[in-house]
T-cell receptor, first 115, second 112 residues
Framework: DAGVIQSPRHEVTEMGQEVTLRCKPI?????LFWYRQTMMRGLELLIY????????DSGMPEDRFSAKMPNASFSTLKIQPSEPRDSAVYFC?????????????FGPGTRLTVT | GEDVEQSLFLSVREGDSSVINCTYT??????LYWYKQEPGAGLQLLTY?????DMKQDQRLTVLLNKKDKHLSLRIADTQTGDSAIYFC????????????FGGGTRLMVKP
């Protein structure tokens, strides 16, 4: 398996623009997680899905952030409008359900810079 | 609530052993994990331990779990410069779905 795939790897955009980050989880994994990592706040869980359904979105910073999972092999995280304080590395991770040992596998991340 | 704490920084000389420590607060943790993050990369799972174990060894890595003190450690034997990275511990808490709670990470610097 190729592991968790994220695109783009780097994104530079201007304040006010819409940004869409993409993730393809490991095939067969039924949990998908979106995290944000910054120097100031460390690693923060934004939202996670189980079987394509959002389970906990309490970490989503505000209404400018939205996430979807239209099928088991694809998820998006959208920021509209983007702001400079959204600059961070965004990670997607996936894991197997209760039959596994719950470990999460991370993608390489998308480094977002909002100017 | 759950909280996972780690020291921020550790510096060792090449060839020495490194010990990275972690404390957690939730006694219902079922699994505990160690992840490694190299610059510009995602978090890579190194190893994990089930809560009914007190030690797990995997080549140069030894994980020790003290459930009474809620203390987890990762020992890296014969530390190499390639081990320089940020190390995160994480816990899986009962009744929290598949969520993991991560510590803030310990930056390990290995000097030649």
């Amino acid at each position: 398996d190729a592991g968790v795939i994220q695109s783009p790897r780097h994104e530079v955009t201007e304040m006010g623009q819409e940004v869409t980050l993409r993730c393809k989880p490991i095939s067969g994994h039924d949990y998908l997680f979106w995290y944000r990592q910054t120097m100031m706040r460390g690693l923060e869980l934004l939202i996670y899905f189980n079987n394509n359904v959002p389970i906990d979105d309490s970490g989503m910073p505000e209404d400018r952030f939205s996430a979807k999972m239209p099928n088991a092999s694809f998820s998006t995280l959208k920021i509209q409008p983007s702001e400079p304080r959204d600059s961070a590395v965004y990670f997607c991770a996936s894991s197997l359900g209760p039959s596994g040992s719950y470990e999460q596998y991370f993608g390489p991340g998308t480094r977002l810079t909002v100017t | 609530g759950e909280d996972v704490e780690q020291s921020l920084f550790l510096s060792v000389r090449e060839g020495d052993s490194s010990v990275i420590n972690c404390t957690y607060t939730d006694s219902s943790s079922t699994y505990l994990y160690w992840y490694k993050q190299e610059p510009g990369a995602g978090l890579q799972l190194l190893t994990y331990i089930f809560s009914n174990m007190d030690m797990k060894q995997d080549q140069r890595l030894t994980v020790l779990l003290n459930k009474k003190d809620k203390h987890l450690s990762l020992r890296i034997a014969d530390t190499q410069t390639g081990d320089s990275a940020i190390y995160f511990c994480a816990e899986k808490v009962n009744n929290a779905g598949n969520m993991l709670t991560f510590g803030g990470g310990t930056r390990l610097m290995v000097k030649p």
